[in-house]
């Protein structure tokens, strides 16, 4: 079965600091998601991957899938306190079309004033 | 994308009775599925929720203990039966339209004592 592997766990920084999540399949992906989550709340959806080398960026927030489709990389620029949260990577489960999504490990960030 | 209104948002339920959590979306969607996430882990698949059939359950997750309905393109329901303890999670909907990303509603709290 497919896993996702996040990196680091959980990660705190100093506001106005640059910041990178790495997200790692066991097997290659078909579709690659990013989403944030607020403790205890549902998820928000950040951006979606499906080429290989592709990257996408939104406002400070940029999301890259490597070559081999296997690896998936979340960069923050000048981290602010509403970047604080919890960043899941997704991808479709059984590789299919359905977004029946499979997640991450999560990772934990906060963002020191 | 569409907005999947999620209620009850938290509940404190005794063991051994049963919770029942609705989710409505604002407009057709193809596919629904339903989430648990356990307290400091990442989501996991309980089903999808098939209009009109029987939904399909993953590894691990039976219709006895976790009934879902989907009467219509726009509504399902998820209900957690004879709970316990190890119930207590984060519950989210999602909706896939084909057309953008897995969208997520808010979530249910789950505690049960």
């Known amino acids: 079965s497919q896993e996702l592997e996040q990196s680091p766990q959980s990660l705190i920084v100093q506001e106005g600091k640059n910041l990178t999540i790495n997200c790692t399949s066991s097997?290659?992906?078909?579709?690659l998601y990013w989403y944030k989550q607020k403790y205890g709340e549902g998820l928000i959806f950040l951006m979606m991957?499906?080429?290989?080398?592709e990257e996408k960026s939104h406002e400070k927030i940029t999301a890259k899938l490597d070559e081999k489709k296997q690896q998936s990389s979340l960069h923050i620029t000048a981290s602010q306190p509403s970047h604080a949260g919890i960043y899941l990577c997704?991808?479709?489960?059984?590789?299919?079309?359905?977004?029946?999504?499979?997640f991450g490990t999560g990772t934990l960030l906060a963002v020191q004033p | 994308s569409a907005v999947i209104s999620q209620k009850p948002s938290r509940d404190i339920c005794q063991r051994g009775t049963s919770l029942t959590i609705q989710c409505q979306v604002d407009s057709q969607v193809t596919m629904m599925f339903w989430y648990r996430q356990q307290p400091g882990q990442s989501l996991t698949l309980i089903a999808t929720?098939?209009?009109?059939?029987?939904?399909?359950?993953e590894s691990g997750f039976v219709i006895d203990k976790f009934p879902i309905s989907r009467p219509n393109l726009t509504f399902s329901t998820l209900t957690v039966s004879n709970m316990s303890p190890e119930d207590s999670s984060i519950y989210l909907c999602s909706g896939y339209s084909g057309y953008t990303e897995a969208f997520f509603g808010q979530g249910t709290r789950l505690t049960v004592v």
């Open positions: 997704g991808a479709p489960l059984y590789g299919g079309a359905t977004n029946k999504l499979i």
């Open positions: 097997k290659t992906l078909y579709g």
């Open positions: 991957l499906q080429k290989g080398g």
């Open positions: 929720a098939n209009q009109g059939s029987e939904a399909t359950y």
